[in-house]
């Protein structure tokens, strides 16, 4: 791709993914309110001796499926990520990312089980050059998955295990992708 498709792919990319999270319900403005309802922490690890520690907010969706068993929320994160340089020795990185994701729990939505997914747009800076993958691009869409646990008064809180892929689409070569598993902690507020 262009120098040009660089410097305007992240506009582009957030907006088209906030357009879709408010066409599907799920962008802030279709949140219950401008301020978040949750934050979270998350550690991770990943093939070739990425970490990473996150926090975030969470707001949650106005929409929620009839029975009760989907839902969702739109998150903001920043995260820390810590992975071999390529001269030796270790190298940080700063990331964001915003994501709509979809939660789907069980038993009409009654269940303290649920399943997550969603994609998402980030930012990595500086971009993400290591001992074993080299990415083209500062901007990735972040795929997520995850399992999880609510509990406390109300279930007012959630443990998750959650699998994260990070990659560009292809936009741009080398694409070679990260992924890692992460374990998080929410609470409302």
Not at 108 to 114: A, E, H, L
């Amino acid at each position: 791709m262009t120098h040009a498709f660089r410097l305007h792919a992240a506009p582009r990319l957030a907006a088209l993914s906030l357009a879709a999270a408010a066409l599907l319900g799920g962008g802030p403005a279709h949140a219950e309110g401008w301020s978040p309802d949750a934050w979270f922490v998350q550690a991770g690890y990943g093939a070739h001796n990425i970490n990473s520690l996150n926090a975030g907010v969470v707001w949650p969706w106005s929409w929620k499926s009839q029975g009760g068993g989907w839902g969702g929320y739109t998150e903001l994160l920043a995260a820390g990520w810590n992975a071999d340089a390529v001269g030796g020795g270790r190298k940080s990185f700063a990331h964001v990312a915003l994501s709509p994701i979809f939660r789907y729990r069980f038993e009409g939505g009654t269940s303290p089980f649920f399943v997550e997914a969603g994609i998402g747009v980030s930012y990595t800076a500086p971009v993400y050059v290591t001992k074993f993958k080299t990415f083209s691009t500062q901007f990735q869409f972040a795929d997520t998955i995850g399992v999880g646990r609510s509990f406390g008064d109300n279930m007012n809180q959630d443990v998750t295990l959650r699998l994260q892929h990070l990659s560009n689409a292809g936009f741009k070569r080398p694409n070679p992708g990260v992924e890692y598993l992460q374990l998080r902690y929410t609470r409302k507020f």
